[in-house]
């Protein structure tokens, strides 16, 4: 299902409205919110997804647009706490950890992947797409030419011992043997 970023119409959907004052009409999704014929459009076919992480460890974010014409398709980052305080990501960024390969054709297409990961990459991790030509436009509201899909990244501290190594969990076999055998199915999983 697509979502039209362009105008979104949810009280008006009478086509004679629109047939009324000489436009066309496009009606998209099951709801029959309306985008104006001739208007950019654009939608998510794939957003990405929040994830937990540990320090020292890479994620990727996926996005996926599809409009006419091919939206633009930019990546965005805040902090914890601070989600109205966004700042653009780039290829090549903080020490060059961050990567991000974008391709365009009928849909754009764009993975964002973050290396070596610290406790300061903890945040919320934005997708923002537009086909619309003021979309640049200093004097335009964002809100109304970007679309937004959002991840939030939480990376928490790994438990590495002084050479770096993780440091071992506890066995677990020796409990299950033992909670196997209590239950009268005495088999060793070790």
Do not use: H
């Amino acid at each position: 299902m697509l979502c039209p970023s362009s105008l979104i119409i949810p009280r008006f959907t009478s086509e004679n409205v629109w047939k009324s004052l000489g436009v066309g009409m496009q009606v998209q999704g099951a709801r029959g919110s309306a985008g104006i014929v001739g208007m950019p459009w654009s939608g998510f076919v794939k957003s990405p997804m929040s994830e937990t992480k540990l320090t020292g460890d890479a994620f990727e974010l996926y996005c996926d647009v599809v409009g006419s014409p091919t939206p633009e398709i930019q990546w965005w980052y805040a902090e914890v706490n601070r989600a109205e305080a966004f700042k653009q990501l780039w290829d090549g960024a903080r020490k060059r950890r961050v990567t991000i390969n974008t391709a365009y054709g009928a849909n754009g297409v764009s993975v964002l992947r973050v290396t070596r990961l610290t406790l300061e990459d903890s945040g919320t991790y934005e997708c923002r797409a537009s086909n619309d030509p003021r979309r640049n436009d200093l004097r335009q509201n964002p809100s109304i030419t970007w679309i937004r899909a959002q991840a939030t990244i939480s990376v928490l501290q790994s438990e590495s011992g002084p050479a770096g190594v993780l440091t071992p969990v506890p066995p677990v076999c020796p409990l299950l043997s033992w909670v196997l055998k209590r239950l009268g199915e005495p088999r060793d999983l070790c």
